[in-house]
């Protein structure tokens, strides 16, 4: 277990995610992520459209965190990752809503977009199991994270769920502004392995403890993908669930940008899923055309917050 300082500590140089800003979010000042001191959410709910594995019959219980560290130029979610919509909350009430989802009766509670509130949800997950949170904690991230925040988080979390959204550096430049995602995001992947290296499921066949990863595939990029399912098949072996996503489509700045601006083909996605099985990956999720559609984007009018 790292020597864990206080939350608020990991705020006065924030060095929460790879962005490394530096900058004081307890004086007010605000990184990339354009996040503070206290946790801003958009939505606590019942999500229905995660993997099988995740919202099993009686849903997910998703909260949803504002700000990104990530803000890819396609991003459905734009409203509150880019431009910042939701509401302030402390780590009281954020570990309040935990319960209130378990009361629900939800399979998990479902962290959507967490990284740049790692050390706020830290602690609202420890208030939170003294009080009673048992279902497991399914952390569900873009994967750009710091090797060293998700060590702190040892113990805490059930199911990681990142994505890895890109291998070759041109595309996490033009649509995420970072260079280093492949290096990054795969570091922080070994390190979820390692905190939950088995896969385990309860008798409905929910995931109880484990890792999915998660890759959109992009139009014009299926050789990326290629490369993704690569380094999936050698690091981390066959057996690993991938779930690979159809649900892309164009939106925000993805509209000005020609490459992107059109849905994936239907060659496009049979070729990424083919070579995925060619490659003798045993454990895939796959997704529907229909699912590429905004019917499947939430909305974010701060329900449960
Ligand atoms: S969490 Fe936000 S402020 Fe901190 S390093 Fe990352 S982007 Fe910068």
Redesign the pocket.
């Given at each position: 277990m790292e020597n864990i300082k206080k939350w608020y500590e990991y705020l006065e140089n924030?060095?929460?995610?790879p962005?490394?800003?530096n900058?004081n979010?307890t004086k007010g000042e605000?990184?990339?992520?354009n996040?503070g001191y206290n946790i801003k959410a958009a939505l606590a709910s019942i999500h229905n459209w995660e993997e099988p594995v995740i919202s099993g019959t009686r849903g997910s219980g998703t909260v949803f965190f504002s700000g990104c560290?990530l803000r890819c130029v396609f991003c459905q979610n734009y409203d509150i990752s880019s431009e910042n919509k939701g509401k302030e909350i402390t780590i009281e009430r954020l570990a309040e809503i935990f319960i209130e989802q378990q009361q629900k009766n939800v399979h998990n509670i479902n962290l959507v977009s967490p990284?740049?509130f790692i050390p706020q949800i830290r602690e609202a997950l420890i208030i939170a199991k003294n009080k009673g949170l048992k279902i497991p904690v399914v952390y569900n991230t873009n994967g750009y994270e710091n090797v060293e925040m998700l060590k702190t988080l040892e113990g805490l979390i059930d199911v990681y769920l990142p994505d890895l959204k890109y291998f070759d550096k041109k595309y996490s430049l033009e649509f995420s502004s970072t260079s280093d995602y492949f290096e990054k995001t795969t570091e922080a992947i070994l390190e979820m392995r390692r905190q939950q290296p088995k896969d385990v499921f309860n008798s409905e066949g929910i995931m109880e403890k484990g890792l999915i990863i998660r890759h959109l595939v992009l139009p014009g990029c299926k050789n990326d993908s290629f490369k993704i399912i690569d380094w999936v098949k050698n690091n981390l072996g066959t057996e690993t669930y991938m779930s690979i996503m159809r649900q892309y489509t164009p939106m925000y700045k993805a509209k000005d940008i020609k490459q992107l601006n059109r849905k994936l083909t239907t060659f496009e996605y049979e070729k990424v899923t083919d070579y995925f099985i060619e490659k003798g990956m045993k454990n895939g999720f796959s997704q529907e055309k229909m699912s590429a559609t905004s019917e499947y984007t939430p909305i974010f009018d701060l329900s449960g917050i």
């Open positions: 924030c060095n929460v995610c962005r490394k800003c900058i979010r605000r990184g990339y992520c996040s560290n990284t740049h």
